[in-house]
């Protein structure tokens, strides 16, 4: 029979341990030639029928017993290459998941090239994953976790196979809740559909320009241009839907020769354009030397970029992705979701036009499907974007760099729980690239590893123009409330409002908590309200008058009366930014503020116009969570105010002294950035803890030093691996249970220098009426764990009990 390869090598499309390995499968005459490692292939098996496979292999060898044929193929070209495929196993491998579902997190939805119904997980679908990590009986979770693991998106007919007819109603429930979208689309042929897209009339650097020109009252035109720029090439529909305006503002912005219309092609054009390229500074310049070296002479270095906030790394970035390109290579730049903003995006557009794709949240599915196949087709060069563009499927990949390495971003929260760091070494391994990470405020790991030599140390000192970092004083709130000042707001904040206001200037309030209380108490008999789902304190949302949880979707409205004692003291304790907005508009009245937060920027499109309301000073205060700590470039933001540094010094982990220096460290960043010089002010009940000490001094190495002393003590990382297993399920007996028959499987095999932790119920001990328990070992190699883990793991899926649900987290970023 010729010389092709008779036989095919397959994985079943079902993540479940019996299915996990290779079957093989005859090819007939009539497919002879046209089977590729990499495609989607319908096979027989058992009396199953037909089923989905992926091909990995093809091969002459005959196996042993008698096979059946591939009825037939599914893709004409395969939908992952070898490197990836390579990838995918290494996938499976290090993180203990069945191959195919490695495999759906290396390749987006919509694989197929015709065209069809897509099925996707929505922001709120994934939240309410992120925030989860139990098995309900329900089956709705049951597609949620499918769909997760396909990276957030399948094509009707995958969904169908697996779901069968129930699915439908499963389909139409979830829909209904806002936690999927169904959505349809089609591939637009090489030579585009004929259809007219909107472009801007303008390059996106102008784009702050050409919205002051707008009379003051032309909001819609406002938000229709900024969306226009951050998403070109759009029909006049979908730019309306985007933008939430009506087809009549995009149609006035046209006349006014703001916005033009250009047949839609692949290869969206981009205005003409100057680009300047900044000379480099001398600690820049040395810095990237060393990085070009390495691109240049393929020595596939890694580095660890560590520079102050604003000293120049992006710049850098931009010169290496450059140098690449010279050379015919591909580069990809992984920045966290949350400091994915227009601001960022066009500074890569700005510098690399057409050649950039930028993946963020708000595409819609057909706008990434299309992105993804300019990728493949060798028309894309450079991939920005979030945790998951580290699977871009570019050739001759040359650099791969990781911006704010330290971010927990990078770690998914559901199956396979990857680290995009760790793929990216990976794959920067098997292809060759040159790694960069950078930060300023590496991990204590990644800070460890470059100080063993694994990485290259870059430093960058200063900042660009030697603009100062901004100084940092500490207020102790128990002083202040000692000398009776009861507001949120302690004297030298109010004090240094009052004075940035006064000089026109801009300011930060920055408090990790959204929602208007941390918790709802009653005076007379202490009732504190509480999830009925979870262990979580409920918090109070001015807003509506509800209270809420946020860790599910339970909210109701907030109680009159204690619902114990029937006393009307309910109070509100806390804070969250509701209320620091309410007290900043009451102490300072007339002084415009925005909050920004997951509640105010549910919409498309509210973040672009929060941000673009700061830029043109249409506001003079930001109040906001996270969100505001990462990535925005205000120059006329001079004082942040940090409202409470303790809520995040108090999660019971060991990294919170880590996280609480980092995230001290990024919002501090965002003061000062330009001319005006700038200040920080942070509030805090343990004015005297080393990270808070540190990050008043921009001392990272001094807090690498104490934080790294503290893990050797404790055995903690980077002195030891860890990982963790976590059992959830409705009944806490059968949990309990659960949990102490893996420790008894566990506890013999360990090695001396091995130790296991627990069991004992996790910090978050009950999460949408899941009790939950866990374990984690510890050791000075990870490979030893990980055997340890998989053998558990298959233990447990043979003899299963009841409805209790094992989950393993290799290195886990977050022991909740
Ligand atoms: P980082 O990524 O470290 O926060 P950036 O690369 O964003 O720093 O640089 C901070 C600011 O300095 C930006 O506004 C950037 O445009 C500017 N900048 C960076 N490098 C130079 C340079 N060599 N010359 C002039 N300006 C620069
Ligand atoms: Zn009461
Ligand atoms: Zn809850």
Known sequence: MGKNPVYAEVYIDRPVKELDRPLTYRIPDQLQGQVRPGMRVQVPLGRQGRVQAFVTAITDQRPPVQVRDIIGLIDREPIIDEELLGLARWLADYYVCPLVTAIHTLVPPGKKNSG?????????????????????????????EWLAARGGEADAPSLRAMFRSQGQQVLKKLQAAGLVQVEQFKMVGEKGTGKLGIYPAFPPEELAVHLLSLSPRASK????????????????????????VTESVIRGLLDKGLLCQKAISLQAEQPERKVVWPRLTPAQQAAFQAIEESIVKGRRKKFLLFGVTGSGKTEIYLRAIASCLERGQTAICLVPEISLTPQ?????????????????????????????????EGKIKVVVGARSAIFAPLQKLGLIIIDEEHETSYKQDVTPRYHAREVAQERARRTGATLVLGSATPAVETFYRAQQGEFTLLTLAERIDDRPLPPVTVVDMRQELAEGNRSIFSRELQEALRHTLQRGEQAILFLNRRGYSTFVSCRSCGYVLRCPACDVTLTYHSSDQTVRCHYCEHREPSPALCPRCNSRYIRYFGAGTQRVAEEFAREFPGVSW????????????????????????KIQVLIGTQMIAKGLDFPKVTLVGVISADTSLNVPDFRSGERTFQLLTQVGGRAGRDVLPGRVIIQTYSPEHYSILRAVEHDYPGFYREELELREMLGNPPFSYLVRLLLSGPREEEVIRGSQLICDWLQPGLQADQSLLGPAPAPLSRLRGQYRWHLAIKGPELEGLRSLGREVLQKWSKQRSGEVRLVLDIEPVSLL
């Open 221 to 244: 035109s406002r938000q229709a241009l900024t969306v226009a720029c951050a998403v070109p090439g759009l029909t006049v529909k979908e730019l309306a839907a985007r933008a939430e």
């Open 594 to 617: 925005q909050r920004m937060d997951v509640d105010t920027t549910s919409r498309r499109g509210a973040h672009e116009t929060i941000i673009q309301n700061m830029l043109e000073e």
């Open 344 to 376: 960022i995006a066009a500074r890569f557009k700005e510098r690399f036009g057409a050649d950039v794709a930028v993946f963020h949240s708000r595409l819609s599915l057909r706008e990434r499907h299309l992105e993804w196949q300019r990728i493949k």
């Open 116 to 144: 069809g119904t897509l099925v996707a997980l929505t922001p709120r679908g994934w939240a309410y994953l992120n925030q989860q990590d139990d098995e309900e009986e329900e089956a709705g979770l049951e597609m949620l």
